[in-house]
């Protein structure tokens, strides 16, 4: 098993205990990307909004 | 999974031809035997270079001298290369020096990924995903990593410090936390464009400034319980470590409670001792009076006696007296003076006693009643009963005396040899903890409720907002969104922590007990610092550890790492049994195949030899064993051992 894998299995589990409401697969693509962009905090954020901004986006569409 | 393939070095520190370490990616203990200068040292340094670029020597320092000299003004080259996979994917990185006519040292990196050529800065990254910089200590260690280890026993030593975040690095720790703090920080900028957007309508202004008040309030009441939890659980440890200790001194408080109420009673009994002595020294001074007790109680008696004789003459003379008088009447008038009847007159005589007889008697009697006074008077009587009693109260306060003094005797024995300091101190601090985690339990139940109450009125604040124009609704749920993102994080990542170190805690007493074996030792402890205790059967810390013992201990933690960290890969171990003797040397070198999928060991003959080895590890465990054999001051080459070398 992969470090991300270990981690997000880690946090699926935390998640689905505390906070089952927040979107599993988000949560994996924060993990994956401050796992890749550790050395690079801005990009790192600015890729993090990107995945949220895309969550709600699709959120939007569902509404 | 990371796995070695090949080590290969070429005019790197004493290697001057291009030679190698061929793992074949075949899982198990590669040894490297090499004396001192002989190249152990550059081979963990050629590892560490090759990963993360990281060295401790001087770059130019890492060609080989004698190739550098021999070259004269022409180039040298100089390279490392190491081919691993990570999780069935192969790598090859080669990193080398040129040195340049002119003396100038340029850098190259490569890294294959799967046959593809990465360019310096992806490979860079790439690297330093797979291993990174900041834990490679835990894969390529030597003796001085070794000895940080019990640094993390002191805790607020910057050693330790830097260990901790190296520690939590390699468990993957700083991910969800670092997480949470970009979270947080996209939540600021969004909550700004959003107060900047729904601000500009001036009918939502005030409802904006109210929601900007609360999301402060809500961070304020998080970080209280945050704050809280962190509080109550240091403090219940604290007291968990504390309870064991409070339960083997409580037989010990029981005597020193014992003890003080028995030094107070003591001062009680003195002063009933000092007045019962008082009354008895008083009586005393009257006690004579009941030697003459029998005597005047005859003398009472006599008197009482002859008291009685003179009442009983001195009633018969009344009587007598009386009997006269009547007669004398009867004689003058013939009538008696009691029926008033007619008597013959007649002559009475008799032995009438005089006046004076009657009057002697009085006084003689008024005599004897004032002497029976006076002796009564004496009180020898109450006398002899109160020396009696005085007596018995003193004898009485004496013993129960004696009693206080004999039992205070056998509660200080008892308390030979207890540190009445430590015992009150413990008492002192488990108290302390105790209110320290009431107080935060209040103050976090009471943060709760208030954080339910501002979140209740966020929801309505955002409610009344949605209709107030295009993009304001979108930005109040990403606003909301990365608040429960980024608390999410700060929960996960403090679970995490705690999580992992309860598995390097278990991980590490496991390695401990197979290498120490030692009876009395029951398991390891991590501390907050990811230091680890020794704990004894009984509980207590063992506070007298030996060199041998910190060895066995960091390489506990180190296999515990190893197993529990989200990286996994080689160990390169140089010289690590320096401050073991042979018998736990040989146990770590048993041990050593479930430290890591893979071990390149780099030992001295002193430390090991290769019989021993041979004899320590089953065959499959042993991937090969090469001797470093020095050729001259700078070159050194790598070869198999030969049979009785």
Known sequence: MSRVDDLQKAAEEYRKQVAPDLPADLVTGIIETQISLSEEPVACARKIDALIEAHLGVEDQDD | ?????????????????????????????????????????????????????????????????????????????????????????????????????????KETLTLDEDGHVLGTSESKGRLQEILP???????????????????????????????????????????????????????????????????????????YQALKNLRKQEAALRATIKGSGESIKGSSSEISKLEKQMAESESTRALLTDRDKEIGKQGELVTGAETALNGLQENAATAWKALLNNRIADQIKDIKKRDAEISKSLEQKRHDGLVEKMKDEIAKTGICPICEEKHPKAKFG?????????????????????????????????????????????????????????????????????????????????????????????????AEVSLDEVKTSIKTLEGKITDSGEGVSRLNKKVALLGELSNFFDTASDRYREDQKGRVEDAATKLFVSISQQDQYEKLRITENYGLEILHQDGKVEDMRSAGFEHIVAVSLIGALQETSPVKGPVVMDSPFGRLDREHGDRVIRMLPNLASQVLLLVQDRETTPEDIESALNAE???AQRRLRQVSAHETLIEPIKAGS
């Open chain 2, 350 to 446: 008799g032995n009438m006693s005089t006046n004076s007889d009657t009057e002697a008697l009085s006084l003689e009697l008024v005599g004897l009643q004032r002497q029976a006074a006076t002796f009564q008077g004496l009180g020898t009587d109450s006398a002899q009963a109160q020396l009696h009693a005085a007596i018995q109260t003193d004898y009485d306060a004496r013993n129960a005396l004696e009693a206080s003094k004999s039992k205070l005797r056998d509660i200080r024995e008892k308390l030979k040899g207890v540190n009445e300091k430590d015992v009150g101190e413990i008492a002192k601090a488990y108290s302390n903890h105790a209110t320290i985690r009431d107080t935060a339990v209040e103050t976090k139940i009471k």
């Open chain 2, 621 to 623: 465990d042993l991937v």
């Open chain 2, 133 to 207: 910089a900041e834990i490679q200590q835990f894969f390529f260690f030597d003796g001085e990593l070794m000895g940080q280890f019990e640094s993390l026993l002191e805790e607020k030593s910057l050693a330790a410090n830097e260990l901790k975040d190296s520690i939590e690095t390699v468990l993957g720790i700083p991910v969800l936390r670092d997480a949470g703090v970009t979270l947080s920080g996209l939540s600021s900028e969004t909550t700004k464009a959003l107060a900047k957007k729904g601000g500009a309508d001036v009918k939502n202004k005030q409802i």
């Open chain 2, 1 to 105: 999974m990371i796995e070695l393939q090949c080590l290969t070095v070429e005019n790197f520190g004493p290697f001057q031809e291009q030679q190698s370490i061929d793992f074949g990616g075949q899982k198990g203990v590669y040894v490297v035997h090499g004396n001192n200068g002989h190249g152990k040292t550059s081979l963990l340094n050629a590892c560490r270079w090759a990963f993360t670029g990281k060295t401790k020597n001087r770059r130019d320092q890492l060609i080989n001298r004698a190739v550098v000299a021999s070259s004269g003004q022409g180039p040298v080259v100089m390279r490392v290369s190491v081919a691993f996979t990570v999780d069935g994917i192969a790598y090859e990185v080669r990193r080398g020096l040129t040195r340049e006519p002119g003396g100038q040292i």
